[in-house]
């Protein structure tokens, strides 16, 4: 048996548990001859099932749970809109010593295939919004613009102002 792992992003929605990506954790790691490991979860609410953009912005997964220190780690979730949620299930293991091989999910939208962010987009994106809007950002989450996935740089990206940036997080956050 091997000591690498799949870990889902599985999560209490308001519907319930979502069992979906740690049961296809549990069949990827059957199959590989791994471990899954079940004792990371998602430990907030952020109910991203059907939400827009700027609510799956505003409400940002936080995982809790231990790591394993110098263990690789394979991502696996049934859905990635924009892969905020898998970015920071991957923040949580890299914290915590561990290292990220990769992802997998079930599904997901074609334009959030790719999670990295490209220099472009990041460049674009600071042109467009400035340094003011990145720091309001990084007091409000806690990270930057280079923490971002392309898709939610792009979508950032596509929002015509700063401030209409800020107001829609605002009102994402009071729904």
Request: with cysteine; aromatic share 6%; net charge negative.
């Amino acid at each position: 048996m091997s000591s690498d792992s799949t870990v889902s992003a599985h999560a209490v929605e308001r519907a319930g548990v979502n069992a979906i990506p740690e049961a296809l954790a549990d069949i990827i790691a059957k199959q590989l001859e791994w471990r899954a490991d079940a004792g990371i979860v998602q430990t907030n609410i952020v109910a991203h099932t059907g939400a827009d953009g700027f609510s799956r912005l505003a409400r940002q997964a936080e995982f809790g749970g231990d790591v394993a220190s110098q263990q690789n780690y394979v991502l696996v979730d049934d859905f990635v809109g924009q892969g905020g949620t898998l970015a920071n299930l991957r923040s949580h293991i890299v914290r915590g010593g561990g290292f990220v091989l990769g992802a997998t999910v079930l599904t997901g939208k074609a334009h959030s295939a790719v999670l990295a962010l490209s220099e472009s987009t990041l460049e674009a994106l600071r042109k467009k919004h400035g340094k003011e809007l990145e720091n309001w950002w990084c007091e409000r989450f806690g990270f930057g613009f280079d923490c971002l996935t392309e898709s939610e740089a792009r979508y950032l990206l596509n929002t015509p102002s700063a401030d209409r940036v800020r107001n829609q997080i605002a009102a994402a956050v009071q729904a």
